[in-house]
T-cell receptor
């Protein structure tokens, strides 16, 4: 899982609560990403960031928010507006901005369960 | 728009036999193609990528993939499967120009290697 850490590994949330998933990388990468993984649906992009203090919505951004105040950190908040948040969440990073040949490096993931 | 398809949800192979996991893509430009592997409850690990040059790409753990432009395919192969190869495999595509630099992932193929 390289130099990307995600915490916690497991997270339980009650309905109506906001929760924040942590993602930290020590690879000095500019770009960072958040994906959601559901069985049989592959990876779906939630948000991505190409540079500090900038981020863009992905395919399924509704009910989620992010910040990128530091190069090494890209936390994801799952808000109460996300109707079905139970899933496996993956953070990734890659070297550059707008570089199509870059390899993505993934963290170990956080499994979120709504009770 | 860029897209990638993994036509098989599951591939079963006996240990010691060759394995193939299929991937096809749709493109309006030149593709950059990636294969990742995911073990249970873990993040994705990079296996190999095709950027340009030789159509046969060799990667980690004895895997290789062949880029076939006429068939728009990038199938993952290994000459002799191991039980430890059992995992979820993802194909991803990016395009060199005219499209988003954000990769698009297939839905994944579960590889099961039987002893």
């Amino acid at each position: 899982d390289g130099g990307i850490t995600q915490s916690p590994k497991y997270l339980f949330r009650k309905e109506g609560q906001n929760v924040t998933l942590s993602c930290e990388q020590n690879l000095n990468h500019d770009a960072m990403y958040w994906y959601r993984q559901d069985p049989g649906q592959g990876l779906r992009l939630i948000y991505y960031s190409q540079i500090v203090n900038d981020f863009q919505k992905g395919d399924i951004a509704e009910g989620y928010s992010v910040s990128r105040e530091k190069k090494e950190s890209f936390p994801l908040t799952v808000t109460s507006a996300q109707k079905n948040p139970t899933a496996f969440y993956l953070c990734a990073s890659s070297i550059g901005r707008n570089t199509n040949t870059d390899t993505q490096y993934f963290g170990p993931g956080t499994r979120l369960t709504v009770l | 728009a860029q897209s990638v398809a993994q036509p098989e949800d599951q591939v079963n192979v006996a240990e010691g036999n060759p394995l193939t996991v299929k991937c096809t893509y749709s493109v309006s430009g030149n593709p950059y193609l990636f294969w990742y592997v995911q073990y249970p409850n873990r993040g994705l690990q990079f296996l190999l990528k095709y950027i340009t040059g030789d159509n046969l790409v060799k990667g980690s753990y004895g895997f290789e993939a062949e880029f076939n432009k006429s068939q728009t395919s990038f199938h993952l192969k290994k000459p002799s499967a191991l039980v430890s190869d059992s995992a979820l495999y993802f194909c991803a595509v990016r395009f060199s120009s005219g499209g988003s630099y954000i990769p698009t992932f297939g839905r994944g193929t579960s590889l099961i290697v039987h002893p």
